[in-house]
Nanobody
Framework: QVQLVESGGGLVQPGGSLRLSCAASGIIFRFYTMGWYRQAPGKQRDLVAAITYGRSTNYADSVKGRFTISRDNAKNTIYLQMNSLKPDDSAVYYC????????WGQGTQVTVSS
C-alpha cells in the first residue's frame, strides 16, 4: 500500500517560514521523482517544486529563491523549506510521487496571514 504522509503545515505570518515533510512508503523511492504541488480554493493544482532521485530540481517561477526542495533517500522523505512566505502562498500543499504511476498525499494546509 502506497502512502505519502505530509506534515508541517500551519498558520504563519507574512515573511515567515515553514518546513513541510513528506514521508513515503510502499514505493521504491529511487524510481520516483518527488514533488510538491499546491491548490488554493477555486484554482487548479499547480507544481511548486520537484526533485529527482539524483537531486535535480525544478521550481515554479513564483517560488524561486524562496523555497527549497530536498530529499533524504535513506529516509524516503522529501522536504520543502519555505521562506519569505506571502499570502499568495496560502494553499493546500500536496506531496506527489511520479514514475510510471502517480501517487498523492492527503495534503497539508498552509495559511499565510497576519
Amino acid at each position: 500500500q502506497v502512502q505519502l504522509v505530509e506534515s508541517g503545515g500551519g498558520l504563519v505570518q507574512p515573511g515567515g517560514s515553514l518546513r513541510l515533510s513528506c514521508a513515503a512508503s510502499g514505493i521504491i523511492f529511487r524510481f520516483y521523482t518527488m514533488g510538491w504541488y499546491r491548490q488554493a480554493p477555486g484554482k487548479q493544482r499547480d507544481l511548486v517544486a520537484a526533485i529527482t532521485y539524483g537531486r535535480s530540481t525544478n521550481y515554479a517561477d513564483s517560488v524561486k529563491g524562496r523555497f527549497t526542495i530536498s530529499r533524504d533517500n535513506a529516509k524516503n522523505t522529501i522536504y520543502l523549506q519555505m521562506n519569505s512566505l506571502k499570502p499568495d502562498d496560502s494553499a493546500v500543499y500536496y506531496c506527489n510521487a511520479a514514475a510510471s504511476e502517480n501517487y498523492w498525499g492527503q495534503g497539508t494546509q498552509v495559511t499565510v496571514s497576519s
